[in-house]
């Protein structure tokens, strides 16, 4: 019986190098903690868009597939973006811009905050946020019931009239 010397010593080294890199391996500079690993910025962006509000923001609103969402609004930001919609100096590509904010303001903070903070404003601003906002749900069929509720309240106040 003779046994293979040679080879049970790179049998042995090449094990303990396998295992060196192994123990190393989280430690190795291709993904630190202080560097994780390049993700989609606009899909990670907001938690609440989901793939097809993303969808929509690319393909109707010039929304680019790399541009970062805001992950959120303050009362006073989402307040203002509501308000500046009333605005009826806006020009054509204005108004574009401004409904595109409008849309990304409602795609983040969600259909029940947008919807609560949109009842408090006064009705013509209700009314120009809702005509910036209805094509999400009557071309791209999006649903927001709470703002939509908003929407079929207007015009029943407007049919009363």
Do not use: C
Not at 70 to 81: I, Q, T
Request: aromatic fraction near 8%; hydrophobic fraction near 45%; glycine fraction near 2%.
């Amino acid at each position: 019986m003779t046994t293979d010397l040679p080879s049970a010593p790179f049998a042995f080294r090449s094990t303990i190098v396998f295992l060196a890199i192994l123990a190393t391996a989280p430690l190795l500079p291709a993904q630190t903690e202080a560097d994780p690993p390049q993700k989609n910025v606009a899909a990670e962006a907001a938690k609440g868009v989901n793939p097809k509000e993303m969808g929509v923001l690319i393909k109707h609103y010039q929304w680019k597939k790399d541009e970062a969402l805001p992950r959120e609004y303050s009362l006073e930001a989402l307040l203002k973006v509501m308000d500046d919609s009333a605005d009826n100096t806006l020009e054509l590509e204005d108004y574009d811009w401004q409904a595109r904010k409008l849309v990304v303001a409602l795609m983040v903070v969600g259909d029940r905050r947008f919807a609560k903070e949109l009842d408090g404003r006064a009705v013509p601003v209700q009314k120009e946020a809702i005509t910036m906002l209805a094509p999400l749900w009557e071309k791209y069929a999006l649903h927001y019931p709470e703002v939509q509720e908003i929407a079929a309240a207007l015009r029943r106040s407007e049919a009363a009239e």
